[in-house]
C-alpha cells in the first residue's frame, strides 16, 4: 500500500447559493470500503451536477461524499479486499459518486477505465461523466443508431461536444443548437451537419425544413418540450437530461407523442446503482474506448483551473461561455 496521509485537501462547499460558497479545506482522507479503490486525483472534471449541487438543489446520494465532483483521473492507491481488477499503481480515471474535488476520491471498482492509449491524465479527466452520460441517454435510452438524425441542445458544452463526436462517428446525422457563430462553428467543426444559432433561428422550423430527427437530447426543457416534440419523426425519440429553462412548461400538447409513436425518457446518472454504472463502463470500454485511442473521437478540454480556483471554474460553467470540459488540477 502506497504512504498515504491521514488527512488531505479538498474543496468542500461552506455554504449553498453562488460559486464563492466553495472554499478548500482539510478533511479526513477516505479509506476503501467493499468494492471500492483509492485514486490519488490528478485532475477532477466540472459538471453542470457540481453547479446545482453548491445550488443546494442536488443532494448526493445516500453513503456519498459531500465534496462536489464526480469524475476524477489519477492514480490507484489502495484497494478494497474483494477488488481484484485493480491493483495500487495503476492509472485510471472514474465516475464517482462525488469527492472528486479532493487530493483523494474512492471509487467503486467497476466505475473506474483504463487511460485511453496516449492519453494522459488531464485528458483523461475529461471522459467519465461526459461519456457514460451520453452513451447510457442517447445510445442506451434514445437507441440512435447508424443512419438516423440526432438534435443536441447546447452542442458546445461537454456533453453536447460528446455526443456530436459520438454520434457521427457512429454513423448519424448530427444537428445542434447554440448560442453563437462562434459556438456554431466550434460544433460544426466537430462533425455536426449543422449548427444552429438558437439565438436567430427557430430550431423546430428548421427541423421540420430537413423532415425532423430521430432523436432528441434535451439538457434545456422548459419551452423547448413542445419545440422537441414537433422536431421528431414519427417514432422518433426524446431524451431529457436536464432542464436549464426549468422543470416546468406551461403547454404541452400530447396529440403527437401518441400519433406518430413518440417515447419521451430521461434519466439521470448519479442515482443509478453501481451495477448499471458498471455495466456502461463495460460497454465503454469495449465499443468507446478504441475510438478515443485511435484518434476518431477526443474529448475538448475548455479550461483547466487549479484546486483551489473551484470558485473561479463555477463561474466559467454558470457563464456558459465556455466550450468543451472544464477541468481542476489537482496533484
Known sequence: MADIPVTMTAVEITEF??????????????????????????????????VIQRQG???????????????????VVA???????????????ALVNGGGYAEYCTAPAGQCLPIPDGYDLRRAAALPETFFTVWSNVFERGQLKAGESL??????SGIGSTAIQLAAARGATVYVT????????????????????YRDEDFAAVMKEVGGV?????????????????????????????????????????????????????????????????????TLADQVWPLLAD??????????????????????????THMGKILLKVA
Open 79 to 93: 484497494v478494497a479486499g474483494d477488488v481484484t481488477d485493480w491493483r495500487v499503481g495503476d492509472r485510471c480515471c
Open 214 to 282: 430521430d432523436v432528441v437530447l434535451d439538457m434545456v426543457g422548459g419551452d423547448y418540450a413542445q419545440k422537441n416534440i414537433n422536431s421528431l419523426r414519427p417514432d422518433g425519440r426524446l431524451v431529457i437530461i436536464g432542464f436549464l429553462g426549468g422543470p416546468k412548461t406551461a403547454d404541452f400538447n400530447f396529440t403527437k407523442i401518441m400519433t406518430q409513436r413518440l417515447t419521451v425518457t430521461g434519466s439521470t446518472l448519479r442515482p443509478r446503482s453501481a451495477a448499471d454504472k458498471a455495466a456502461i463502463a463495460t
Open 178 to 197: 447554440a448560442g453563437s457563430a462562434e459556438k456554431c462553428r466550434f460544433c460544426e467543426d466537430l462533425g455536426a451537419h449543422r449548427a444552429i444559432n
Open 57 to 75: 438543489f442536488y443532494p448526493p446520494p445516500p453513503g456519498a461524499s459531500d465534496l462536489p465532483g464526480l469524475e476524477v483521473a489519477g492514480t
Open 17 to 50: 447559493g453562488p460559486p464563492d460558497g466553495l472554499r478548500p479545506c482539510r478533511r479526513d482522507t477516505p479509506v476503501p470500503e467493499a468494492g471500492e479503490v483509492l485514486i490519488e486525483v490528478a485532475y477532477a472534471g466540472v459538471n453542470r451536477p457540481d
Open 151 to 156: 438534435l443536441v441542445h447546447g452542442g458546445s
Open 295 to 320: 484518434g476518431a473521437i477526443a474529448p475538448v478540454i475548455a479550461q483547466v483551473f487549479d484546486l483551489d480556483q473551484a470558485a473561479e471554474a463555477h463561474r466559467l460553467m454558470e457563464s456558459s
